[in-house]
C-alpha cells in the first residue's frame, strides 16, 4: 500500500490541495495528517474541508492544542498564529472534528510499525526534531519509522533501525517558501519519499497582504538557498 503524509497547513488550502493531488496521483490509498491545520493564515475552513473530502485521518498540532485552549499562547506569538482569528471563524462541525484528533497515532502498515507525532516522540506537540538534531535518542524505539511534522522542514534520516522522517510544511514550507512538502510511504519497499509542490506562495503573500504577519509573507515569498530536500511531483 502507498500511503500518504501531509503536515502544517496553517490555513494554505493551496499547499494542501496540491500535496493531496500529488500522493493521490502516486497511488496513495491512505493520507494521514500530522497536525497544524490553523494558525499563521486564514482559509481555515477550506483546509479542514480539504482533509475531510479526502479521507485523511488526523492528529492533533500544537496550533490545535492552542486553539481549543490545552495549550497557552505565547503573548509575544499571538499576532502572528492569528489563532483568536481562526477560532473566531472556524465552523462549529470542524472544531468538533479537531477535538476527536489523538496527539499520536501508531500504525502497523504491512509489518512495519510507524509512530506518527506532530512534534517528537519526546514531545508529541511541541518538540523540534531538524535535519541536524542528534537522533541517537530516537535509536531504541520500538518503530520502524517515525513521521513527523512541527519544523517546516522535510527530511529523512536513519536512528540504528528506526527511520526517521519529517514530511515539511504543505502550508508554511521554512526552506523554500513557494514548495509545499509531503511524504510518501511505499508498504512493500518500507521506502519513504519527501515531494515537493509548487505552489504561488508570493501571489498568497499579496493576497493576505494586511491579514497576515509581515513574517509570515516573509516566508511564502522565501526563495531558499542551499539544497531543496525532496523531489517534484505535479
Not at 56 to 65: K, L, Y
Not at 67 to 78: Q, V
Given at each position: 500500500m502507498m500511503v500518504g503524509f501531509v503536515s502544517d497547513a496553517h490555513g494554505n488550502p493551496a499547499g494542501l490541495a496540491g500535496c493531496l493531488r500529488?500522493?493521490?496521483?502516486?497511488?496513495?490509498?491512505?493520507?494521514?495528517?500530522?497536525?497544524?491545520?490553523?494558525?499563521?493564515?486564514?482559509?481555515?475552513?477550506?483546509?479542514?474541508?480539504?482533509?475531510?473530502?479526502?479521507?485523511?485521518?488526523?492528529?492533533?498540532?500544537?496550533?490545535?492544542?492552542?486553539?481549543?485552549?490545552?495549550?497557552?499562547?505565547?503573548?509575544?506569538?499571538?499576532?502572528?498564529?492569528?489563532?483568536?482569528?481562526?477560532?473566531?471563524?472556524?465552523?462549529?462541525?470542524?472544531?468538533?472534528?479537531?477535538?476527536?484528533?489523538?496527539?499520536?497515532?501508531?500504525?502497523?502498515?504491512?509489518?512495519?510499525?510507524?509512530?506518527?507525532?506532530?512534534?517528537?516522540p519526546a514531545d508529541r506537540l511541541r518538540g523540534y526534531v531538524y535535519p541536524d538534531s542528534d537522533l541517537s535518542p530516537f535509536r531504541e524505539l520500538p518503530f520502524q519509522g517515525v513521521l513527523m511534522g512541527h519544523t517546516h522542514r522535510p527530511f529523512i534520516a536513519s536512528a540504528g533501525k528506526v527511520t526517521l522522517v519529517n514530511v515539511g510544511s504543505c502550508g508554511m514550507p521554512r526552506d523554500v517558501g513557494y514548495l509545499a512538502s509531503c511524504g510518501l510511504y511505499d508498504g512493500a519497499t518500507r521506502a519513504f519519499e519527501i515531494l515537493r509542490i509548487p505552489f504561488d506562495g508570493p501571489g498568497l503573500a499579496d493576497k493576505w497582504s494586511g491579514r497576515i504577519d509581515p513574517s509570515a509573507a516573509a516566508c511564502l515569498r522565501r526563495a531558499g538557498g542551499g539544497g531543496q530536500v525532496g523531489t517534484g511531483s505535479t
Open positions: 500529488a500522493v493521490e496521483r502516486r497511488g496513495a490509498g491512505r493520507i494521514y495528517f500530522l497536525g497544524d491545520a490553523v494558525g499563521y493564515l486564514p482559509e481555515v475552513n477550506e483546509v479542514l474541508d480539504l482533509l475531510r473530502s479526502s479521507a485523511a485521518v488526523c492528529i492533533r498540532g500544537n496550533h490545535e492544542a492552542m486553539l481549543l485552549g490545552a495549550l497557552p499562547i505565547p503573548a509575544d506569538r499571538a499576532g502572528i498564529y492569528r489563532l483568536d482569528e481562526a477560532r473566531q471563524r472556524l465552523h462549529d462541525r470542524h472544531r468538533a472534528w479537531i477535538e476527536t484528533w489523538p496527539e499520536h497515532l501508531e500504525v502497523a502498515l504491512e509489518g512495519a510499525q510507524l509512530l506518527l507525532v506532530h512534534g517528537s
